[in-house]
């Protein structure tokens, strides 16, 4: 194992984030971790780089793994150039150049002896080592990554600290992948990436051989690199196989199972305390005790989670012109520097545009001057009549960092302060939230803001620029839902394949300074291209699904189809409660074990094995009750012989 972690917890103050989180990674391994933002998911990351912070519980990594971390963010990078910063991203190369010139330098002085064999065997030492972590091939190994990564050779002498954010953060994640680690740890490595990027980074992960632990909200990314999912939810970890899809049939087949499971647990439970309210002092007082026994010994399942979900409902779109948007003979760009030229175009009603390209390539240089928040260099770029456009911007322009939440929403709408506080509690700010200042949200609590602006303006016309870069998969579910129940007209900018092909009926892909018009889905886009380029896309097979037999009911102990209608002696029924009592608590012992496997998502791979864990649970809980009426028959009888 590459990593094993035992029962570990993390708190901070009285707040538990984690607890009892255990898993294994093997080499080769990848793993995607997911979890609504806020769940644990980089605290986890963070105690697995530094376990003495954790709680309890241990972290054991293989001895003498190397390890790479990408975190959000970016950290300090120093000074020199974007090269320089490269050729320092791996120190025991650079230490074993220092060695292997030091090395050279002092053979060259020595006469022939004791001591310039021992350097020639140092030399000889050193070189192997250097051969081993391919230090002879560094250089074109940082080239392939840069390039990968979106840096061109024309940058490579910039000074690393003018570059921006998102390029920063890209400097990063080259620098861990140049050290060539046997385990890599990444957080949101995707957020700065394009798409080609991306699908980059998925082909490097793919061929990677070491372990990997990614933490994303990139369902695609996730489908395309993962073998493993792990969920963060309500403090604990669960491990699904397969890919993220897989992932999700798995998750929905255990939710229907454990709700069903639950909730008949908490009808038999409210039956059960009704019966014992009612007859604790009467005449079947022993049985009402028998009752809280059996009750008292229910290993008591867990409530299934519930995450809170922002509310997001785009009204109905006010009335157009059937022409939103007429680009005719446009070029956009600054200045000499003509970024796309010759567009021709018209966005009609209602529909759902992706605009698609390489970062720098002008998608929000379009989009501004399509807003006229910039000149055309040439051509004209036409609103259409009775179009309202409302805008999603990745700076989020529209929100004074300095101003509170309460106080931009009224100074902006006008609205009275309960019905203020109203529409921020539905994008999930509640009580004092409301007073914190814009400058000190996430980009997710941003992001939702400006939403709510936007079913606030009652636009026909939707222009977005990057809306779910900052999203959990939950919150990017539910802005595809909006978007795609939307009636008026959509332009957005994404990297987000899987979101794009949720909601896009038309592609507009900027290559070679122009605009390529795709008049379908992501995946048309995909097909179109590879049809146009005359590449035969080969589409391997897929193998038959082996299904599992649903396993076999458990047998009970005890038959019974109902209640007994035979009278028992006194002495009879005194012989036969043992027995009954002894069937109870192995009726109720095999129901522990099936809640187990109910637990497991390995249960629910498969949909008839699922549906099988489901009725065998039912037929054990009615096994159980119909025992106790039993019991209760012959406790009756027995009562005689005592009296």
């Excluded at 009224?410 to 506080?421: A, K, S, W």
């Excluded at 035979?566 to 009879?572: C, I, K, L, V």
Aim: hydrophobic share 40%; glycine share 8%; proline share 3%.
């Amino acid at each position: 194992m590459q990593l094993v972690v035992d029962k570990i917890a993390r708190s901070f103050g009285i707040n538990e984030i984690f607890k009892d989180i255990s898993f294994m990674i093997d080499k080769g391994e990848k793993i995607g971790l997911v979890g609504v933002n806020g769940s644990g998911k980089t605290t986890l990351l963070r105690c697995l780089l530094a376990p003495e912070t954790v709680d309890g519980g241990v972290v054991r990594f293989e001895p003498g793994l190397k390890i790479g971390y990408v975190e959000q963010g970016f950290q300090n990078i120093g000074t020199g150039s974007l090269w320089q910063f490269m050729l320092r991203s791996c120190p025991e190369i650079v230490k074993m150049r220092e060695e292997l010139a030091a090395l050279e330098a002092r053979s060259a002085q020595l006469e022939p002896g004791a001591e310039l064999d021992w350097v020639l065997e140092e030399y000889a030492r050193v070189t192997k080592r250097y051969e081993h972590v391919d230090g002879y091939n560094y250089e074109a190994f940082i080239k392939r990554v840069l390039i990968g990564l979106g840096f061109e050779e024309a940058v490579w002498d910039k000074t690393a600290e003018h570059f921006s954010g998102g390029q920063k953060t890209r400097m990063m994640l080259a620098a861990a992948l140049v050290r060539q680690p046997d385990f890599l740890i990444l957080d949101e490595p995707t957020n700065h990436l394009d798409i080609a990027m991306t699908e980059w980074l998925e082909k490097y992960l793919q061929e990677f051989k070491g372990g990997l632990l990614v933490v994303s909200h990139d369902r695609a990314f996730l489908d395309n690199i993962a073998t493993r999912i792990l969920e963060m939810e309500g403090g604990h970890l669960t491990s699904f196989k397969g890919n993220y899809s897989k992932y999700l049939v798995q998750k929905e087949l255990q939710t229907a199972t454990l709700e069903a499971a639950y909730a008949s647990q908490q009808d038999y439970i409210a039956r059960t305390e009704a019966y014992i309210r009612r007859f604790k002092a009467g005449i079947k007082s022993k049985m009402a005790r028998g009752r809280q026994s059996q009750l008292d010994r229910l290993e008591r399942m867990d409530a299934p989670v519930q995450h809170e979900e922002f509310a997001l409902r785009l009204p109905p779109a006010p009335e157009s012109a059937e022409r939103v948007l007429i680009l005719d003979n446009l070029s956009v760009g600054y200045g000499d520097n003509v970024l796309l030229h010759d567009i021709d175009l018209v966005l009609r009603k209602g529909e759902k545009v992706g605009l698609l390209g390489p970062n720098g390539t002008g998608k929000t240089t379009l989009l501004k001057t399509v807003l006229g928040e910039l000149p055309p260099l040439k051509g004209t770029a036409q609103i259409g009549n009775r179009v309202k456009v409302g805008y999603f911007s990745q700076s989020y322009e529209r929100l004074a960092p300095k101003q509170t939440l309460l106080d931009n929403f009224l100074v902006e709408y006008g609205f009275t302060e309960e019905r203020t506080r109203s529409l921020l509690g539905g994008m999930l700010f509640h009580g004092d939230d409301v007073f914190k200042e814009i400058g000190t949200l996430s980009g997710g609590q941003k992001a939702r803001l400006v939403l709510l602006k936007l079913v606030l303006d009652g636009a026909n016309c939707l222009v977005l620029d990057e809306p779910t870069n900052h999203l959990d998969i939950m919150a990017r579910e539910t802005v595809e839902a909006a978007l795609t129940a939307f009636d008026g007209t959509v332009l957005v900018v994404s990297h987000d394949r899987y979101f794009i092909n949720e909601i896009a009926d038309r592609i507009w892909e900027l290559e070679d300074h122009r605009v390529c018009d795709y008049k379908g889905n992501y995946d048309f886009y995909l097909e179109e291209k590879a049809k146009r380029r005359l590449l035969q896309a080969a589409v391997p097979s897929s193998a038959p699904v082996q299904r599992k037999a649903a396993p076999e009911p458990i047998s009970s102990t005890v038959k019974s189809s109902g209640r007994h209608k035979r009278a028992y002696s006194p002495q009879e029924a005194e012989k036969l409660l043992a027995k009954v009592e002894l069937s109870i608590r192995e009726q109720e012992a095999l129901l522990g074990v099936l809640e187990g496997r109910m637990a497991d998502p390995a249960s629910h791979t498969d949909p008839e094995a699922s549906a099988a864990l489901a009725a065998e649970h039912a037929a054990l809980q009615a096994e159980i009750e119909k025992l106790m009426l039993r019991w209760e028959e012959l406790m009756t009888a027995a009562e005689v012989l005592q009296e």
